[in-house]
């Protein structure tokens, strides 16, 4: 939990695929299930953000779009870092806390 934390993260000069800068997401993460709340933060990287943590927020989530032609990677933080996080530092090639595949097949089975 929080008490007016913020946080200052570090979006890097990235480039993707098509040597465009790469375009970041921040969402925050709610209670204990990987829910994910509002979105915090959309750009196209080298830039310094801060933001005021929300009281139920557990975690972040990361995406970049290395190629915008598919599906973002993604990273969770959890904890939320004490006062700075560099997005290249979180750890994407590797599995997630919580996966987006299992929710990607409960809403393809719902749709049958």
């Known amino acids: 939990m929080t008490d007016n934390k913020s946080i200052t993260v570090i979006w890097p000069p990235a480039l993707n695929e ?6 970041w997401l921040g969402t925050w993460l709610v209670g204990t299930e990987g829910m994910e709340g ?3 933060h959309s ?11 929300p009281e139920s927020v557990t975690g972040m989530r990361l995406r970049k779009w290395p190629n915008e032609g598919l599906a973002p990677e993604y990273a969770d933080v ?6 700075t996080l560099a997005a290249e530092s979180a750890i ?3 599995e997630q806390p919580f996966s987006l595949l299992g929710l990607d097949e409960s809403v393809a089975e719902g749709s049958m």
């Not at 750009?43 to 801060?50: I, N």
């Open 38 to 40: 509002d979105w915090f």
């Open 18 to 23: 098509d040597d465009s800068p790469m375009l």
């Open 92 to 94: 994407f090639e590797r």
């Open 78 to 83: 959890m904890p939320i870092p004490e006062q």
């Open 43 to 53: 750009g196209r990287g080298e830039a310094e953000t801060e933001h005021q943590v």
